[in-house]
């Protein structure tokens, strides 16, 4: 059964057949380089995956909202309302649809009625590509369908998406994975300036090479405090160095006046964290640009130095990401592999040779279950669309 299949099924069984159900799509993502500088005034550079999460959804004529997910069926449906919308409440995964229902009220996108929705999703759970931005991007497209909220852009639907994170569950996430889910365009990755939004679409041709990503299936926890964290540390590196650079993010510094001016930096690990942030801003920068003078050598010099950073300076890898990222790069025809995402978990991006895949599955796969003890999931992963309704079935 596909995706769609499964939530309409799901929506069937759990809220009946009757009436106008519609069904809509929002996608996952990967992040090719740019991390953790989305928050700091940088760039970013990911794309939207074919993975993502379905709705099968339907207006309700009293107030009442019902989710119900055939991904976590144990848990039945949830019922609530829309005069239950409290933010920073614990409710598990139902937060992410209720945040992005307030989301819209506080912009004065208020509901008058309630709806029913089932979802079901094809990304790995914990995975780091991105399912809760998905959900929320996905419940941001189904209250503009179900209630002709047309001016509302899915440039909106990421920013909706990002408030509803940061003020209704608690993550301090920046713009970055909601904007490719909303914004993703097939076999496109974006360059996105997240101090400005401005963004170009690049064509991603890997020609002779696959999109390899890794899932380390590490269970982690911490990750939102410890991101919340990172965050704190940017912005107190920044406060030192507005001492004497009138710059408003991170984002702007160029790597000569990180280095002139670092000693302003008080705290070593906050200098660290700074570090990352301007030096991985312009490798992005300058990733892109190997990219469009075809350079994918150094494309993939640049991904590996962005693991490294992010292993030593931001501290945001884990030792299951650096077993696959170190033996990726001794393996001929890897371009390049690095760990995606939030952090402390989740999956490596690598870029590799058709002829190498299959040597990179099974030698990574051996060397994995031997040092972790379990096993890494391998999959082969196309950039695909935005978020769009689904009208053949
Ligand atoms: C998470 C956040 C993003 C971004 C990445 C790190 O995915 O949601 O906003 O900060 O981590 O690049």
């Not at 990911?46 to 976590?72: H, W």
């Not at 390899?212 to 406060?239: F, G, I, M, P, W």
């Not at 196309?382 to 053949?392: A, K, L, V």
Request: glycine share 10%; charged share 25%; net charge negative.
């Amino acid at each position: 059964m596909t995706g769609q299949q499964t939530a309409l099924q799901a929506f069937r069984q759990q809220f009946g057949d009757s009436g106008d159900i519609r069904l809509f799509f929002a996608p996952g993502r990967v992040n090719l380089i740019g991390e953790h500088t989305d928050y700091n005034g940088g760039h970013v550079f990911p794309c939207a995956i074919t993975l993502g999460t379905y709705a099968a959804a339907r207006k309700r004529s009293d107030r009442k909202l019902r989710f119900f997910s055939a991904n976590f069926p144990e848990t039945g449906v949830r019922e609530t309302s829309l005069d239950e919308l409290n933010p920073l409440e614990k409710c598990g995964w139902i937060g992410y649809p209720k945040g992005v229902v307030w989301a819209f009220a506080e912009r004065g996108c208020r509901l008058d009625r309630g709806f029913d929705m089932a979802i079901y999703g094809d990304i790995p759970n914990g995975s780091g590509l991105s399912s809760s931005a998905s959900l929320e991007v996905l419940t941001g497209l189904v209250l503009r369908s179900l209630y002709g909220f047309e001016e509302i852009t899915n440039q909106d639907l990421a920013l909706i998406g990002q408030k509803s994170e940061n003020e209704y569950n608690g993550m301090h996430c920046g713009i970055m994975d909601q904007f490719a889910s909303a914004m993703g365009m097939e076999n496109h990755a974006i360059f996105l300036d997240c101090s400005t939004l401005q963004y170009t679409y690049a064509p991603i041709e890997l020609q002779g090479m696959k999109l390899q990503v890794t899932n380390t299936n590490k269970k982690h926890s911490l990750v939102d405090s410890e991101y919340n964290l990172r965050r704190e540390q940017c912005a107190e590196a920044l406060k030192d160095l507005q001492q004497e650079l009138p710059v408003h993010a991170l984002g702007e510094l160029s790597i000569e006046q990180y280095e002139t001016y670092k000693s302003l930096i008080r705290d070593e690990v906050c200098r660290r964290r700074a570090k990352h942030a301007v030096y991985e801003n312009q490798r992005t920068i300058q990733a892109v640009e190997a990219l469009q003078a075809r350079d994918l050598q150094k494309f993939g010099r640049l991904m590996n130095e962005s693991h490294v950073s992010l292993r030593d300076d931001y501290e945001t890898s884990c030792p299951e990401a650096d077993i696959l990222a170190e033996e990726a790069w001794k393996i001929p025809g890897v371009i390049g592999s690095r760990i995606t995402g939030g952090g402390f978990g989740g999956c490596t991006v690598s870029i590799v040779r058709d002829e190498a895949v299959e040597e990179f599955i099974s030698t990574l796969s051996g060397i994995y279950r031997e040092k972790v003890g379990f096993d890494a999931s391998f999959y082969s992963l196309g950039i695909g669309g935005g978020p769009r309704e689904i009208t053949e079935t």
